[in-house]
């Protein structure tokens, strides 16, 4: 079965909502004109239910198939909001919002959501229910989480979970994925350096701040090559240093380091986190300062069990008349891994072509993969939930 070609005819209009949300961006639990865009339309549809405010600015809608019998409860998840970075790519329907941008696709993920819930809104071509989960703050905001805990899985009596993410550098509208792990536990850290400032030409006066938060940027990134299993994945990122100091002859009162650990496997993150708080007291301690450690766990591994797998690239095979390319585990995260550790399913990558990486202000998702995705969505509900002949 090829790419729908009512997808092929709503490409344009799909595309049209993916770029007025593309102009409008809005960070983690800011995503309130989305989510009235997105309710909207799945009242125009004709969904059975629509909810507003789940998990803070979440969106959920309810389409029941032709027949319930199977009682069979799917749920799609596309996540809304964008990233607070400075958009640089000159389009004509560019960020209108100073220092925020769809910089990850989350504005292909919705509107390609949107285009599967109007042609399953249309064709009730199956036997259950599907549920449409257009989720907040996925950006380390908790937004999966957020959503869950409003009882959303257990309030419609989901069975199964499924969502996708745009893959640049992967063909548009090429589908990729892998059983176990795919993507990242993510976890976020700030380190506070306490020293002692003062005058920029009476150094030995001072325990430098400035000078023991560097050491221990160095130092840190020694936990990964000197202290994890080289076979388990594991990644220590510095991502940013900043000083109370903003003058050429002060030297800083204090220093804060922020940064990110990801891993595949629960060990690995026991291991780097102790060792973070070890390394970070010592260093300290020999330039005569102190350390505040905070620790934040935001989501587990995305994994993929092996049956959601086979019915994600079953899905992608009949859209697209080929198996989904295997891929390697990436770093990167992903809270969709919270609905996996509540429901069955799987998550999915699908080409975003030769485009510019995801979080770059350059980025900008690729509306030719529009149908393959709408499709992917509309094929899984048709598949796993046939209608009796």
């Not at 629960?266 to 300290?284: D, G």
Request: hydrophobic share 45%; proline share 6%.
């Amino acid at each position: 079965m090829p790419v729908r070609n009512r997808f092929a005819e709503l490409q344009d209009q799909i595309a049209e909502w993916r770029r007025d949300i593309h102009a409008h961006p809005e960070i983690r639990f800011e995503e309130r004109r989305t989510s009235a865009l997105v309710a909207e339309r799945l009242r125009a549809f004709g969904c059975d239910v629509v909810e507003t405010g789940v998990g803070q600015t979440g969106v959920v809608g309810v389409i029941q198939g032709r027949a319930t019998g199977s009682g069979r409860v799917m749920a799609f998840r596309a996540d809304m909001d964008a990233l607070p970075i400075a958009e640089a790519t000159g389009l004509p329907h560019a960020s209108t919002h100073p220092g925020k941008m769809h910089a990850c696709g989350h504005d292909g993920h919705t509107a390609m959501l949107l285009g599967a819930a109007q042609y399953l809104a249309e064709t009730r071509n199956f036997d259950g229910t599907v549920v449409l989960l257009f989720q907040p703050a996925e950006e380390g905001g908790g937004g999966a989480k957020a959503m869950l805990a409003d009882g959303v899985m257990d309030r419609h009596g989901v069975s199964e979970v499924y969502g996708l993410h745009n893959w640049p550098g992967l063909p548009a509208g090429q589908f990729a994925l892998r059983e176990g792990p795919m993507m990242a536990a993510t976890d976020f850290f700030e380190i506070k350096v306490q020293g002692r400032g003062g005058h920029g030409a009476m150094p030995h006066l001072t325990a430098d701040a400035t000078l023991a938060a560097a050491q221990l940027t160095v130092a840190l990134q020694q936990v990964v090559a000197r202290n994890v299993d080289p076979l388990k994945p594991a990644v220590l990122s510095v991502c940013s240093l900043r000083t109370d100091s903003d003058a050429h002859n002060v030297i800083a009162d204090s220093a804060l380091i922020k940064g990110t650990v990801r891993y595949l496997h629960p060990e690995v993150q026991a291991l780097i986190r102790a060792r973070i708080a070890e390394v970070a007291r010592a260093t300290a301690e020999a330039h005569g300062a102190t350390v505040e450690l905070k620790y934040m766990q935001l989501v587990p591994v995305t994994s993929n069990p092996a049956t959601g797998a086979a019915h994600a690239a079953e899905a992608a095979r009949a859209v697209t008349g080929q198996a989904p390319l295997e891929i390697d585990p990436v770093m990167g995260g992903e809270d969709f891994a919270d609905m996996l550790a509540e429901r069955p399913g799987a998550f999915i990558f699908l080409g975003n072509g030769d485009s510019a990486d995801l979080h770059h202000p350059a980025y900008e998702f690729n509306d030719a993969a529009i149908p393959a995705g709408c499709s992917w969505f509309a094929t899984l509900a048709e598949q796993r939930m046939p209608l009796n002949p």
